[in-house]
């Protein structure tokens, strides 16, 4: 089954720079596009980036344009989140998602980033 673990969270200073980790298996990672999600106390879980299935094409939340950049090592079945010039309103617990391909939204367990002033 599908299987996605989260690391590299922490606790960091405005603008400071963290890198997520997100180790995936149980589906062929290479096939399909990767996002990252972010959830903050008191509100909705919204997108922060995507990537395609090749690594080709990204997109960004507005909020993170220049400042966050997805990647890919298909080879190695994992997707990052490098996060520069951290905000405290980056403050979250960020989500790897995939569906895989199908209509099931699958996630891991989250890693807990805090940015402080």
């Known amino acids: 089954q599908v299987h996605l673990v989260e690391s590299g969270g922490g606790l960091v200073q405005s603008g400071e720079s963290l890198t997520l980790s997100c180790a995936a298996s149980?589906?062929?990672?290479?096939?399909?596009?990767m996002m990252w999600y972010r959830q903050a106390p008191g509100k909705e879980r919204e997108q922060v980036a995507r990537i395609s299935a090749p690594g080709g094409v990204k997109e960004y939340h507005d909020s993170v344009k220049g400042r966050f950049a997805i990647f890919r090592d298909n080879a190695q079945n994992t997707v990052y989140l490098q996060m520069n010039s951290l905000k405290t309103d980056d403050t979250a617990v960020y989500y790897c998602n995939t569906r895989a391909g199908g209509d099931d939204d699958y996630w891991g367990q989250g890693t807990q980033v805090s940015v402080s002033s």
């Open positions: 149980g589906f062929r990672f290479n096939l399909y596009p």
